[in-house]
């Protein structure tokens, strides 16, 4: 089945600063990979998504890339804010009518002022 | 849009009694829901997959007796702890799945926290 590795466990960032999350997969056949955001006592909230047929997607401040040769994609944070502070979950699936996603071990973000 | 809720959003029981949790697609029809399990400071543990109109499958290791999934209708599911134990405490998520074959993605509730007294 599919593994997917995530990198650091933790990050500490000043605000304003940029943050880098990379995961890893094991499995080829995986094909969209998104990224939830779980903020303390709540459920994880989608907050960027790319598929395979992309090497990389944007969105205001949240960046995502694929780099499927290698098997890791990585989510990219700028001008990070405190509202940013956070767990983060990277993870994988191939998609059809019998995908599941695995996740990764989560990144806990902390943004200091 | 793709807005998912649970209810509700923590119950209290003592050891031996059931409780139900219900997880609703508001704004979408969902034929795929899924149950997760997660520990403090933990990543989220697939407990099991429900499919409208069938049985649920669940993943090894999770006891399909002790963990009822019914999902009865394309915005509904619900998990039923049957005489839930102190382990079992924990917080409960579900998801839906919405969207096309391979445009699908799947979207959160809020999570229920269960605590067996």
């Known amino acids: 089945g599919e593994n997917v590795e995530q990198h650091p466990s933790t990050l500490s960032v000043q605000e304003g600063d940029s943050a880098v999350i990379k995961c890893t997969y094991s499995d080829s056949a995986s094909n969209y990979f998104p990224w939830y955001k779980q903020e303390l006592g709540k459920g994880p909230q989608l907050i960027i998504d790319?598929?395979?047929?992309?090497g990389e997607k944007k969105d205001q401040r949240i960046a995502v890339t694929l780099n499927k040769t290698a098997k890791h994609f990585s989510l990219h944070i700028t001008e990070t804010q405190p509202e940013d502070s956070a767990v983060y979950f990277c993870?994988?699936?191939?998609?059809?009518?019998?995908?599941?996603?695995?996740f990764g071990t989560g990144t806990r973000l902390q943004v200091t002022l | 849009g793709a807005v998912v809720s649970q209810h509700p959003s923590r119950v209290i029981c003592k050891s031996g009694t059931s409780v139900k949790i219900e997880c609703r697609s508001l704004d979408f029809q969902a034929t795929t829901m899924f149950w997760y399990r997660q520990f403090p400071k933990q990543s989220l543990m697939l407990m099991a997959t429900s499919n409208e109109g069938s049985k649920a499958t669940y993943e090894q290791g999770v006891e399909k007796d002790k963990f009822l999934i019914n999902h009865a209708s394309l915005t509904l599911s619900t998990l039923t702890v049957t005489s839930a134990h102190p382990e079992d405490s924990s917080f409960y998520i579900c998801?839906?799945?919405?969207?096309?074959?391979?445009?699908?993605?799947?979207?959160f509730g809020p999570g229920t926290r269960l605590l067996v007294l």
């Open positions: 998801s839906a799945r919405s969207g096309l074959a391979r445009q699908e993605t799947q979207y």
């Open positions: 790319i598929r395979s047929n992309v």
């Open positions: 993870a994988a699936s191939m998609t059809g009518t019998a995908s599941k996603l695995t």
